[in-house]
């Protein structure tokens, strides 16, 4: 996944205008409304010269913006601009049409991913394995029931048979991302531990746990493009 270096250039003087704890408290007093650079320095109690020192390495940075003030025109009032703010997110996914969870055996890990997706997201998912098992591992089909989702006992496929161009490819497994060279390779990768190895109720929790976590991250910044007809 490519990042344009304009863009994190942009983001790192963000955070450097942030990374200072005065600034971070008068970007706070700005979250829910405006203020003039005098009431900001009696609310937070810092000399004049100090906030607007702050202010400047904020304006200029993107992030607070300013405006004279309708009724008297000699005040001025401090805007933020959450827009900026909102840059600190992580990058966009682009043209995902599909997701495809892989794992080795697609019966646990790229299956309870699958299947957290459908639930979550508002684009179509699926799984397969780089060596599928016949079947979906019962512990994670009962997993996925104590959760309220379904998974298909045997509904496992090879990566061959699923990926078309244009998926977004995810390996949550180690092996998986490594064997995946060829021609569908992972545009993400989730280390996730298997839990078959352990091979407990806690594990496939704790599996299901991370998966859920990573899919609420990841769903956000998904730009689904044009789909398949």
Request: net charge neutral.
């Amino acid at each position: 996944m490519s990042i344009e270096w304009s863009s994190l250039q942009g983001r790192a003087r963000i955070h450097a205008a942030l990374g200072d704890t005065a600034r971070l408290a008068i970007v706070d007093a700005l979250t829910l409304g405006d203020a003039s650079p005098g009431e900001i320095a009696r609310d937070l109690g810092m000399p004049t010269n100090l906030v607007a020192h702050h202010v400047k390495v904020l304006t200029e940075a993107g992030l607070v913006g300013r405006g004279r003030s309708e009724g008297d025109r000699r005040r001025t009032y401090l805007r933020l601009r959450p827009e900026v703010l909102a840059t600190l997110a992580p990058p966009s996914v682009t043209d995902a049409n599909r997701v495809v969870f892989v794992c080795t055996r697609n019966s646990a890990r790229s299956q309870l991913a699958a299947a957290l997706w459908a639930s979550r997201a508002g684009t179509p998912a699926t799984s397969a394995g780089t060596k599928p098992a016949s079947r979906v591992h019962p512990r994670a089909v009962a997993v996925a029931h104590r959760h309220g989702l379904h998974l298909d006992p045997t509904g496992t496929a090879h990566i061959d048979q699923v990926a078309h161009e244009g998926d977004l490819v995810i390996a949550v497994c180690d092996n998986a991302h490594e064997e995946l060279s060829g021609r569908v390779r992972s545009r993400l990768h989730w280390s996730v531990p298997d839990p078959v190895r352990v091979d407990t109720d806690a594990a496939f929790e704790a599996a299901f746990i991370d998966l859920a976590a990573r899919v609420d991250r990841l769903a956000p910044v998904v730009d689904p493009g044009e789909r398949h007809g």
